[in-house]
């Protein structure tokens, strides 16, 4: 395994402001009216700086052909830049599409982001003009309104954690409009939010804090400071001695969409005693639209941007027990998951981008040297960065930063078949070890920006056949911290047999058509090559079942043809362990040498993994000295985190 840099310093600092006018004159090359440019602060360290500049289009039509001019204060210069290209003259920085197109759709968004160092008139652009106009979107150069917000009111401290502080305060007025306000503390700009609620990270426990907020418009005017407060944080762990983080790898797929029909929140984690047994948390998922960039829901319609930062949690719902408003500038599963790891210092959060359904574009974004490094920008911009688009009020540059540790790869699958929509290319396998170089090139940058550390990981497949078309194991390996094998999926009711979906060593009466095994999945990556310490076993939390199935000749539906997919609680053929365990009428069955288990009642047969063959399987991979154990999905679990006990038991054995 690669190298990892080690206790590096975390960078703080967030600004969003409106820019100020435009530099002198120049012909405008497309008409910009209800265009404005803003510029972020997305972090700050000792030799320099994180910075972005958005687009927001707020015409009826689209914008394709635009360019920013900066200038930047005294000391200050812009030294790399992604998702655009550069170019200097004096002082001036021009900043114009990429060579792959950027067009700005109408009521949309585009940003830019970049590094650079800064001198004693800080960050903030001097000047600036989108095709000649005023970014503020002042009619004339210079604007009219000189007019700043008054000071805002009412600032008070709405709670504090070990590491947060929660600010809320009445809105100002401005004879124009408030745009936003800015946090500041000891003198720096320390969170921007464009409502009026704030929640400071990244503070030392047990600290006292001074705070201030003011206002500023589209025209970069900037009110006086409101009058300060002190917030002093709380005690790490709630003073609590901290607990050892576990010592195997056990990694949880957190669902987006499980806060809703399943019920099963951030913080059941909390309630059920399931995160302080896992180290990882994979959130699923992350996806990729048809330009081959990460996008969030309320860009393109697709997804759901509400669960993952627009949902606001009641107190009884919350990790921290504190109730979120509709305007605070993060909320949503990425609130609950950056309190959950402030609960639980050990645990990191990875974003997965794909799976089954949100695979399709891989193949089109991975194809060239170009569109793999707009890939990677994107995804590294929105959920390393955190510069997330503005969703009801929450949301905006830089609200997420800090969430996520890392990307986790679920390309289903390159070069072989997945869902049906998706593209399969036959330079699909070469494509994907040259997507991984550039995703661990851009996170070792990053590293370097932010000094913190970020991991890259992946879900790979169990079929054979599907690793030898679609990955070159010892080119991967060196760019992954670990990696994940499916262990399950190996039938289900796509199939007309009832058979085992999870068994660890094959069958010899297994019909097919496929015949699988995790021993022979873990055997063929051993055979390309992959450490089995570098290994991570899928588990499901979750059964596949038929109907219509016979008895047979040992009365137990096993390797009996069925007549079609057992109904389930949202899909046919698959439910819930949670489900399937408190099912009546039927008889438990099970075969301790495949490690799996099943219940029949005569026509149903359901293939599961209860509390003993998940130890059975946790047993299994510590034999074979792999790295630990994953989970498809953590929502399947129970109320009192059995599955997840069973497996943390066995592992402490």
């Known amino acids: ?63 394709s052909d635009w360019t920013i001019e900066v200038r930047l204060p005294s000391g200050t210069a812009i030294t790399s830049l992604w998702n655009a290209t550069l170019s200097q003259s004096g002082g001036t920085y021009t900043i114009a599409p990429p060579s792959w ?48 917000p008054a000071a805002p009111s009412g ?24 745009a936003g306000y800015e946090v500041l503390s000891g003198g720096e700009v320390v969170r921007a939010v464009s409502g009026t609620t704030a929640t400071v990270t990244g503070l030392t426990p047990e600290t006292g804090y001074t705070f201030t907020v003011r206002a500023y418009d589209t025209s970069n005017n900037r009110g006086p400071e409101s009058a300060p407060v002190t917030a002093t944080t709380g005690a790490e762990n709630g003073g609590e001695e901290p607990t050892d983080p576990p010592a195997e790898r056990r990694v949880a797929y957190f669902t987006q969409w499980g806060i809703y029909d399943r019920g099963y929140l951030v913080n059941d984690l909390v309630t059920s005693g399931t995160a302080e047994k896992l180290t990882h948390i994979n959130y699923a998922f992350g996806n990729i639209n048809a330009n081959g960039e990460c996008f969030m829901a309320n860009q393109l ?26 305007n605070q500038d993060l909320r949503g599963n990425f609130n609950q998951l950056r309190e959950l790891k402030e609960m639980y210092p050990h645990l990191k959060v990875n974003i997965s981008l794909g799976g089954w359904t949100w695979s399709e574009h891989f193949s089109d974004a991975a194809l060239t040297a170009e569109s793999r490094e707009r890939m990677v920008s994107s995804c590294v911009d929105q959920f390393l960065r955190g510069n997330l688009p503005l969703f009801d009020g929450a949301g905006g540059a830089g609200s997420a930063y800090g969430v996520f540790d890392g990307i986790d790869l679920d390309w289903e699958w390159p070069g072989s078949a997945g869902h049906e929509h998706n593209t399969v290319r036959p330079e699909d396998k070469e494509n994907f070890t040259a997507l991984v170089s550039e995703f661990r090139d851009q996170l070792d ?23 030898e078309l679609g990955f070159e194991m010892p080119s991967l390996m060196s760019d992954f911290d ?149 989970i498809w999905s953590v929502d399947g679990d129970d109320a009192d985190g059995s599955l997840m006990t069973a497996i943390d038991t066995a592992l402490d054995d």
């Not at 435009?22 to 972020?40: F, Q």
């Not at 401290?157 to 600010?167: E, I, N, R």
């Not at 021993?519 to 450490?531: H, K, N």
């Open 301 to 326: 319609g697709q997804g759901d941007a509400w669960a993952d930062y627009g949902r606001s949690f009641g107190a009884a719902d919350s990790v921290d027990g504190v109730a979120d408003t509709w």
């Open 155 to 178: 600032l008070t401290v709405a709670g504090t954690t070990a590491t947060t502080a929660s600010l809320e305060w009445a809105a100002a007025s401005d004879d124009v409009g408030v």
């Open 1 to 63: 395994m690669r190298a990892r840099l080690r206790n590096r310093i975390a960078a703080l600092a967030a600004a969003v402001v409106a820019l100020p006018i435009a530099l002198s004159p120049v012909p405008a090359a497309a008409d910009t009216t209800g265009v404005t440019v803003t510029y972020v602060e997305t972090s700050r360290w000792e030799t320099g700086y994180g910075g972005q500049l958005t687009i927001d289009n707020g015409s009826d039509a689209p914008l």
């Open 101 to 148: 197109g950027a067009d700005v759709p109408a009521g949309g968004s585009y940003s830019v982001g970049f590094n650079g160092t800064y001198g004693d008139g800080g960050t903030i652009p001097v000047d600036c003009a989108i095709n000649g106009n005023p970014c503020s979107g002042s009619d004339e150069p210079g604007g009219e309104d000189t007019e700043p």
């Open 445 to 467: 940058a990053l590293e370097g920006e932010t000094s913190r550390e970020y991991e890259l990981t992946a879900f790979l497949p169990a079929d054979p056949e599907k690793i």
């Open 482 to 630: 670990f990696i994940t094998v499916q262990g399950y999926d190996y039938h289900g009711g796509w199939e007309s047999v009832a058979n085992h979906q999870s068994n660890l060593v094959e069958h010899p009466a297994d019909p097919g058509p496929d015949v699988y095994s995790t021993e022979t999945t873990v055997q063929a990556y051993l055979d390309r090559g992959v450490d089995p310490a570098d290994m991570v076993l899928g588990v499901p939390f979750y059964g596949r079942g038929w109907t219509g199935v016979e008895p047979g000749p040992n009365g137990d539906g096993l390797f009996q043809s069925a007549t079609g997919p057992a109904p389930g609680s949202y899909e046919a053929g698959i439910d819930d362990w949670k489900v399937l365990k408190e099912l009546q009428g039927y008889e438990l069955h099970r075969d301790d040498e495949l490690g799996t288990a099943w219940l029949y009642d005569g026509s149903t047969f359901w293939t599961y993994d209860d509390e003993i063959s998940m130890a059975q399987k946790t047993d299994w991979a510590q034999s074979q000295n792999l790295g630990g154990v994953m």
